[in-house]
């Protein structure tokens, strides 16, 4: 049992370019997230998933596109990198249902825009 | 805009003493999460407070929920050096689990 992966750890990318950042999860969980970190800030959410084949917006979507097109996969798209770009980004997933959970977190992908 | 805000931003405490956060929201939530976060680390989920509770405990911590306020707080007891960290609420407002983070405490525990 994985949990939360992330590929790639670490990317350097040109303005201009575009990339693919892969979430996987093995846990079945229904709900999936992208956030964004910048240094010193807290976590923005950027687009999360309530479930196989559907996707909706956070609170900092432009730039960005997602696909849910498998349950335990969530890539996020950038089209058109730009240095604004720059960041940590984090995947998590949720399951549902009652009682105690939280957000299974990834251990994050480096990305810099040059 | 960021549903929390943590408050202190920076807090810097001497061993064994006691640390207290504070985290304020803006809308009704159904749960509050608190997370650590040491420097270039991915997060730690700490507790999980329902919208029905007013305290929680586990080991060393303590939160707080004033649902009246839109407040939580997080006191960590005895602190050590090791919770040297940044700690985030996160709240859960529309059932959804679209977790909204804040912006952080940034706490540093001299030895």
């Known amino acids: 049992n994985a949990g939360v992966t992330q590929t790639p750890k670490f990317r350097v990318l040109k303005t201009g370019q575009s990339m693919t950042l892969l979430c996987a999860q093995d846990?079945?969980?229904?709900?999936m997230y992208w956030y964004r970190q910048d240094p010193g800030m807290g976590l923005r959410l950027i687009h999360y998933?309530?479930?196989?084949?559907?996707?909706a917006k956070g609170e900092v979507p432009d730039g960005y596109n997602v696909s849910r097109l498998k349950k335990q996969n969530f890539l996020l798209g950038l089209e058109s990198a730009a240095p604004s770009q720059t960041s940590v980004y984090f995947c998590?997933?949720?399951?549902?249902?009652?009682?105690?959970?939280?957000?299974?977190f990834g251990p994050g992908t480096r990305l810099l825009v040059l | 805009s960021q549903q929390g805000e943590e408050d202190p931003q920076a807090l810097s405490i001497q061993e064994g003493e006691n640390a207290t956060m504070n985290c304020s929201y803006k809308?009704?939530?159904?749960?509050l999460q608190w997370y650590r976060q040491n420097s270039g680390r991915g997060l730690v989920h700490l507790i999980l407070?329902?919208?029905?509770?007013r305290e929680k405990h586990s080991g060393r911590l303590r939160v707080t929920l004033d649902t009246s306020k839109k407040s939580s707080s997080l006191l960590i007891t005895a602190s050590r050096a090791a919770d040297t960290a940044s700690y985030f609420c996160?709240?859960?407002?529309?059932?959804?689990?679209?977790?909204?983070f804040g912006t952080g405490t940034r706490l540093k525990v001299l030895a």
């Open positions: 407070i329902r919208s029905n509770e």
């Open positions: 998933s309530v479930g196989e084949g559907t996707t």
């Open positions: 809308t009704s939530i159904n749960n």
């Open positions: 996160a709240t859960d407002t529309s059932g959804t689990y679209k977790y909204i």
């Open positions: 846990m079945n969980h229904e709900y």
């Open positions: 998590a997933s949720n399951p549902t249902g009652q009682g105690e959970r939280s957000p299974y």
